[in-house]
């Protein structure tokens, strides 16, 4: 990185689509089709750019332009504590100055072909069926959900289960999810990677029940059973073995135990999900190499901002455990990802600098005007 000053600071909201509405999870309503990925795009003094998503206000800004680079980035380290708010603009910069890729200053080897790819799941398939009665026809629905993915490149599908927690009766509704969960594996084949996630709508019991009940689909993570909780997932940690099942742990998004990480490394959790904005970038490039040493994996969260699945494939050089990027379908317009693609269950990793994404600048220009700001040295 060259010593130069952040001379200029954008921020604005792009605005874009899912293909199709996103329904709901065991605790919240309709999702909806909208995404609205924030991006800040940082200036030198010298002409150089880099954007991403940040949660930048324009009181911060004011605090931080005029800073130097040594200031806001660390070549080794990555953006320090103060400037982590630009966490995402300050790697793509770093990527633009070396003319390298993210993944490439992390140090990745690429495929023979010249190519670094990333493992990734669909995380599409919301709770979108309960306007209709009929069991059999809420399972087909969710079915040719997955075979869009299936259709894009995806050979990984993650189903939102616990319609019983709020939205239906608890036996219905676990009957359901049971019957949608053989549906998804039988339209996908026996070869796709089937995931779960409850967002904390199961206990203990109904865990053991639905995923006893669908052992034969051969489930390969069950992601936030219910609230973390120690006693819990050493039972179910024993109940698992007992069985047979190979069944992975996965947690941590959103409101997270503090002691997360302690459960991790007495291995009562296999798969850590931070998310990929909070903690950010910088941060996962520390926690991985952590959980690698303890043999968890690392699959950061992302839903709803778009941008998110583009960098969580970064992350895959600098963590030897990496699961999976969550990828949430979405166009947004201004925000160029053609160099990205899905094929055989893997993106397709941009190979131009920094992060590999593009900005249209009548289209972030217009979105700065309207919804955003400035920042400049004086």
Known sequence: MKDSKIARIEWARLTGQR?????CNSRLGEHGQQVSPPIARITTDDGATGFGSSRLTEEQATTLVGSRLSEAFDSEKGATEQFRVLDYPLWDLAGQLAGKPVYALLGAQTDDDGVFRARCY?????????????????????????????????????????RGAMHMPVEAGTRRDIRVIHAVRE?????????LDANNGYNLNLTKRVLGETADVGVYWMEEAFHEDARLYANLKEWLNAQGLETRIADGEGDASRHLLEWAQQGLIDIVQYDIFHPGFTRWCELGPQLDEWNVGSAPHHYGGHYGHYVSCHLAAAIRGFEYVEWDEADTPGLDASEYS???????????????LKLDEEIYARAVKENGFVVSQS
């Open 19 to 23: 293909p199709r509405k996103a329904g």
């Open 122 to 162: 669909d995380t599409s398939l919301y709770i979108d069926d309960l306007h209709l009665e009929d069991e059999g026809e809420a399972a087909a629905l969710i079915a040719s959900e997955a075979l869009e993915g299936a259709a894009r490149g995806h050979k990984a599908f993650k189903i939102k289960v616990g």
């Open 187 to 195: 339209a996908v084949g026996a070869d796709a990677k089937i995931l």
């Open 342 to 356: 899905i094929a055989d269950g893997h993106v397709n990793v941009s190979q131009l600098p920094g992060f590999g």
